[in-house]
């Protein structure tokens, strides 16, 4: 029997069981016991993708949770620790003589053999094999086949941010420059995209996306996410959903307005004026840092005249923390109430919502749930706010 799972595939590693940094701008709280209980317990996601698996520390707490029986790997790929799923991840960043700039992809590997076996890999082609997101001495097609033979999947990461992205710095036109379209199996939207924005771009229509967190802290766990269907939470089950197989499938994917995202306009960075797409300068302050908006480099790239795909609905959503007034003293209420973020975002009703919180907090909820606060737009690193 098929059911619906939220999953969230893209969360960091802050700090490895030994204390070392992992990825050095995530959280020291964002370790993997943490993210497992935070998950599991207060964010009622069933799949998790932790994408700094390949670090060595990494996959050893890994193999150390199994040994003392606090988690279990699956048949079918992945690792159940209470009621979630942890996919075995890898941010890696390419920048190789095809490429126009570094941008980072995910890889997604079924077992922590195989995951061992791909560390031991990348370990003579980085230059510290412990830290996430590093850049790879190979070409983007090499990465491809090794992780093909490997079983994995292939997703390319926050595709439109101006920094580090397939279409922010890696090619001038198409993934085809830099990428086999073949071994691609699903693109990642990133904060500052949807569905919409994304199906301009007809070479990317054969592909389903995915949206999620890109976590840094505990609490952005879940700030995007989708629902599979599955049979069970497991690295064969979301293969099958990224392909569509029997019944498995993506559901609905649940992101930030994309005017939330920190790169929506194209702004100056150091007065965040407003600015048009080419500018060298900005006309208020004069400075030369002109960030392009991911809106701007999506109708640069857009391919208009195509018949767009069936996809599942793109459902605008806001962390529960950018709500004005729910503080987290609120947060843990609600939660001591509802059980989890995800019962409050989708199940609690107004009525149930208001004997614990605030009727205008209760109605911005509900407001959230269907897409419908009002949002100022963010742009050149700085995110937009809510302004209902």
């Known amino acids: 029997m098929l059911k619906?799972?939220?999953?969230?595939?893209?969360?960091?590693?802050?700090?490895?069981?030994?204390?070392?940094?992992?990825?050095?701008?995530?959280?020291?709280?964002?370790?993997?016991?943490?993210?497992?209980?935070?998950?599991?317990?207060?964010?009622?996601?069933?799949?998790?993708?932790?994408?700094?698996?390949?670090?060595?520390?990494?996959?050893?707490?890994?193999?150390?949770?199994?040994?003392?029986?606090?988690?279990?790997?699956?048949?079918?790929?992945?690792?159940?620790?209470?009621?979630?799923?942890?996919?075995?991840g890898s941010e890696i960043e390419v920048y190789d003589e095809h490429s126009q700039g570094p941008f980072h992809v995910l890889i997604f590997i079924p077992t922590i053999e195989k995951m061992n076996e791909f560390s031991s890999w990348l370990t003579d082609k980085m230059t510290n094999i412990h830290l996430s997101s590093q850049r790879i001495y190979c070409t983007g097609r090499e990465l491809q086949a090794k992780t093909k033979q490997l079983d994995g999947l292939f997703i390319p990461a926050h595709v439109f941010t101006p920094?580090?992205?397939?279409?922010?710095?890696?090619?001038?036109?198409?993934?085809?420059?830099?990428?086999?379209?073949?071994?691609?199996?699903?693109?990642?939207?990133?904060?500052?995209?949807?569905?919409?924005?994304?199906?301009?771009?007809?070479?990317?229509?054969?592909?389903?996306?995915?949206?999620?967190?890109?976590?840094?802290?505990?609490?952005?766990?879940?700030?995007?996410?989708?629902?599979?269907?599955?049979?069970?939470?497991?690295?064969?089950?979301?293969?099958?959903?990224?392909?569509?197989?029997?019944?498995?499938?993506?559901?609905?994917?649940?992101?930030?307005?994309?005017?939330?995202?920190?790169?929506y306009r194209t702004v100056c960075q150091t007065c965040f004026s407003e600015a048009t797409i080419g500018e060298k300068a900005c006309f208020q302050c004069e400075s030369k840092r002109i960030i392009t908006g991911v809106a701007d480099r999506i109708e640069q790239l857009s391919t208009p005249g195509n018949e767009l795909p069936k996809r599942p609905p793109y459902i605008y959503q806001v962390p529960l923390e950018y709500i004005p007034g729910l503080g987290p003293k609120t947060l843990q209420n609600l939660l001591k109430t509802f059980k989890t973020e995800m019962n409050i975002i989708h199940h609690a009703t107004y009525e149930e919502l208001t004997d614990v919180v605030s009727s205008q907090i209760a109605q911005s909820i509900i407001k959230m749930r269907k897409g419908k606060l009002k949002i100022a737009s963010g742009g050149g690193g700085k995110y937009g706010r809510v302004i209902d």
């Open 4 to 88: 619906n799972i939220f999953a969230d595939l893209h969360i960091h590693i802050g700090r490895d069981y030994k204390q070392n940094h992992v990825k050095i701008s995530a959280s020291h709280e964002l370790t993997m016991p943490n993210i497992l209980k935070e998950a599991s317990r207060n964010k009622g996601i069933g799949l998790i993708g932790v994408i700094d698996c390949h670090a060595p520390n990494v996959l050893a707490q890994l193999r150390q949770l199994i040994d003392e029986g606090i988690a279990y790997e699956l048949k079918d790929g992945g690792i159940r620790f209470e009621d979630v799923t942890l996919l075995l």
């Open 163 to 263: 920094f580090k992205s397939l279409y922010g710095r890696g090619v001038k036109s198409s993934l085809k420059e830099v990428l086999n379209p073949e071994e691609i199996d699903a693109i990642e939207l990133g904060l500052s995209s949807d569905t919409a924005m994304a199906d301009q771009i007809s070479e990317l229509h054969r592909y389903p996306y995915v949206t999620n967190s890109d976590s840094h802290s505990l609490s952005k766990i879940g700030r995007e996410y989708q629902q599979l269907r599955l049979k069970e939470a497991s690295f064969t089950e979301f293969v099958y959903s990224l392909q569509g197989k029997d019944g498995r499938k993506i559901v609905s994917n649940y992101g930030m307005n994309p005017h939330l995202g920190k790169y």
